[in-house]
């Protein structure tokens, strides 16, 4: 077996060459824009997302499908398409060297360079590649008629100007070409194409650069992946917000919230550009795609995904996640998730723990749930599968403080709590003033604030109801 990561690895074992590549940031803090800032710093959007939510209609509601937005599933194949049919012209690919993810890698090349001549660059082993993928692709039958227990070869694929072939991993690079050219640092990318076909599952973490529980439970997820037994592929960013990244902040050079500015703008602002990049370059490749979160401004979330309900592809997409809590959000305008599912990929938030934290229970959490997700969609076999495990689905709501002062909490994250129940109260540091904090209904708290210094109208805990299981 090839499983050799160790299991209490922690952010200590990320490549040295990350932090190298820290060079001084250009700091682009755009000081006319400080309402962005006030109002981003004011309220947590994932409290928001789930307030301004619309409604999860119940399941006799949404009988017809028509949905508003629903357009068909196409999750981009132009790629695919453009693979399958055209005649094999080796020396003019330029193959993404197959590397084992598990060894310290060199760093990715750059961005894709211009046109270089025929073959120039092309290793000896790369051709010999080449030209076996060249023979096993002409030597393989075209129709895809039958043959039900047969899984079909994959075909490589080409992200980042790269060709994958399959069977292999490697690391490519992103760039979304912000910063001074020559200072430009890429943002890696790891693919593992399976030997056999099948669906593209995408994962992103970090587009809040201080959220690095997802960082890890992508390292852990891809790493377990072994190409040669993978059917379909997995792409993961693991580190989207490089620069937040590095100076352990949630935004953007420009203060700018990355995730509000989904699909992106060629040409609009910093963040719109970032995010067009990543979407059209990354993301649209995708069929299936988790976005992996954390709780924000000391806030801390139970393992959970956040999901539109009332889109039933979305709703479907839920079900292979194991027993995690599944959140009714319909999403804001902007965010990843929302966006994917608007060009036709089912996608959703995983939110797992608190931010600049490293959580060994919640990064497990996500890892089984993911390796969950692979065997649901038949992209990996696991050797031990309990039964077949249902999501847990919640409505929620938010309970606020009503006193500025400092919190204490008497509960924890995952309670269970009955309403009028006591679940902590604000001391008013001068007065002595002891405010108490009552849920507001019986449920689960699914996330909470840290004890901290409050304001009235802050959202302290977030109590999760349990819902109907959609669609039945
Ligand atoms: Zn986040």
């Known amino acids: 077996m090839l499983f050799q990561r ?55 509601e949404d009988g017809d499908a028509s949905d508003d937005e629903q357009e068909p599933s196409a999750p ?96 490519l690079a992103w760039s979304p070409q912000i910063q001074i050219a020559g200072l430009s640092q890429i943002t890696p990318v790891l693919v593992v194409n399976g030997v056999n076909a099948g669906p593209t599952l995408c994962l992103t973490g970090a587009v809040h650069g201080d959220e690095l529980n997802g960082i890890e439970i992508i390292r852990r997820t891809m790493y377990d ?77 139970l393992p959970q995904l956040r999901a539109d309900m009332n889109n039933p592809d979305v709703a479907e997409f839920t079900r292979g996640f194991d027993r995690m809590a599944v959140v009714h959000s319909s999403g804001s305008p902007g965010m990843l998730r929302t966006a994917a599912v608007q060009a036709g990929i089912r996608a959703v938030t995983m939110e797992a723990g608190e931010s600049l934290r490293i959580q060994e229970h919640q990064i497990e959490a996500g890892v089984n749930s993911l390796n969950s997700l692979l065997e649901k969609h038949g992209m990996i076999s696991r050797m031990f599968v309990w039964g077949d495990p249902e999501p847990v689905y919640y409505d929620s709501t938010w309970v606020r403080a009503e006193h500025g002062g400092i919190l204490f909490s008497e509960i924890n994250l995952g309670a269970n709590v009955s309403e009028g129940e006591v679940l902590g109260y604000v001391a008013d540091p001068i007065t002595n003033e002891q405010h108490p904090i009552r849920s507001t209904s019986n449920g689960r708290i699914i996330g909470m604030a840290v004890d901290q210094v409050v304001m009235a109208g802050f959202a302290a805990y977030h109590i999760g109801t349990e819902a109907e299981v959609p669609g039945e």
């Open 76 to 171: 981009a194949t132009d790629q695919q398409t453009q693979t399958v049919n055209t005649v094999v012209v080796p020396v003019t690919r330029k193959i993404a060297p197959n590397i084992d993810l598990k060894e310290v890698a060199p760093l990715p090349e750059p961005e894709p360079e211009p046109e270089t001549l025929p073959g120039a660059e092309l290793s000896a082993e790369e051709l010999q590649v080449v030209q076996d993928t060249a023979q096993g692709e002409t030597s393989a039958p075209e129709d895809e008629a039958d043959a039900p227990v047969e899984p079909l070869p994959a075909e490589s694929f080409t992200l980042l100007g790269k060709e994958v072939l399959p069977g292999t991993s490697t690391r």
């Open 225 to 301: 992946l072994n190409p040669e037994k993978l059917s379909g592929r997995v792409i993961g960013v693991p580190i989207v917000n490089l620069t937040g990244f590095q100076q352990g902040s949630r935004y953007l050079p420009d203060r700018r919230d990355l995730n509000r500015f989904f699909p992106g703008r060629k040409d609009g602002n910093l963040a719109d550009r970032v995010a067009y990049s990543l979407f059209e370059n990354v993301i649209r490749h995708c069929d299936m795609l988790v976005d992996i979160h954390t709780g924000s401004l000391k806030r801390t979330n």
């Open 6 to 60: 160790p299991r209490h690895s922690t952010i200590r074992h990320f490549p040295i060459w990350l932090f190298a590549a820290a060079l001084p940031m250009v700091t682009l803090a755009d000081t006319n824009d400080s309402s962005v800032l006030v109002a981003q710093l004011a309220e947590d959007e994932n409290v928001e997302d789930v307030v301004r939510s619309e409604p999860r209609r119940s399941p006799g």
